[in-house]
């Protein structure tokens, strides 16, 4: 609110020719209005020192969240390199499985083919014996 200055003696002068109590009020209050327009509360003014406790309290926050955040990078480092070891000893023993496998299916392909060349050579001796066993008739 921007008001005209007025001196202390114009505000005496119009409070001793007011005709009454409304109207001294009324010039007292406008005379206080204009001084806290002309001068704000001190609380609300920085101070030097208020604004040094502001920046050292600052600057202590951000200590902190900078410590905080190195410790989150070094867990999460930590964590990372529990996660490739653990891929990688996963990755051994599904290696290993897979190896057992492959054995497993060699060996039975194996027993297979013997099984059908024993097979192949009862057919055949038995087809032979056939033979000669009606030739003998």
Do not use: C
Not at 27 to 34: D, L, M, S, V
Not at 101 to 125: D, P, R
């Amino acid at each position: 609110m921007a008001h005209s200055a007025l001196s202390v003696i114009d505000v005496y002068e119009q409070l001793l020719s007011a005709p009454d109590d409304k109207t001294r009020a009324r010039i007292i209050a406008t005379a206080f209005e204009r001084l806290e327009d002309r001068y704000p509360e001190l609380k609300d003014l920085a101070t030097a020192t208020g604004v040094r406790e502001t920046e050292l309290r600052l600057l202590k926050e951000i200590e902190k969240i900078r410590q905080e955040t190195q410790q989150i990078r070094a867990d999460m480092h930590k964590f990372e390199q529990q996660i490739r070891a653990d891929m990688l000893q996963t990755e051994l023993r599904l290696q290993k499985e897979i190896a057992e496998v492959n054995l497993k299916i060699e060996i039975t392909s194996k027993k297979q083919v013997q099984w059908m060349v024993g097979l192949f050579f009862t057919f055949a001796f038995t087809l032979i014996a056939a033979m000669f066993g009606v030739s003998l008739l």
